[in-house]
């Protein structure tokens, strides 16, 4: 393969970002899911005093995390975030049925 053949497959891969861009995007998602785990903690804390139930927002967190950890699996194939991605998965499919099934315990 030569360096144009390679210059390229590498520019129609990148959606017309470059390497430094790229980066870029994906610290302002961290930033992004930083507030968004503090506005969900802060509602869930807010229900908890007010004597109701978080599991919409256990929910959220962990649809999040099964999202991240189901990324990194599939663009490393490490085999920790695959179990990671299956247990966070497990915990949001049990708070959404909880959640869901209106329970009260």
Excluded: P
Excluded at 6 to 18: E, N, P
Excluded at 50 to 62: E, L, P
């Amino acid at each position: 393969m030569d360096r144009e053949e390679i210059l390229k497959r590498a520019q129609s891969q990148s959606i017309g970002l470059d390497e430094r861009e790229q980066q870029m995007l994906g610290v302002s998602f961290g930033f992004g899911a930083v507030l968004m785990m503090l506005v969900v903690f802060a509602l869930a804390a807010a229900a908890l005093l007010r004597g109701g139930q978080v599991y919409d927002y256990a929910a959220i967190v962990f649809a999040y995390l099964t999202g991240t950890q189901a990324h990194q699996y599939w663009k490393t194939r490490r085999r920790s975030a695959l179990v990671s991605a299956a247990a966070c998965a497990a915990v949001l499919a049990a708070n959404l049925l909880l959640f869901l099934g209106g329970w009260h315990g």
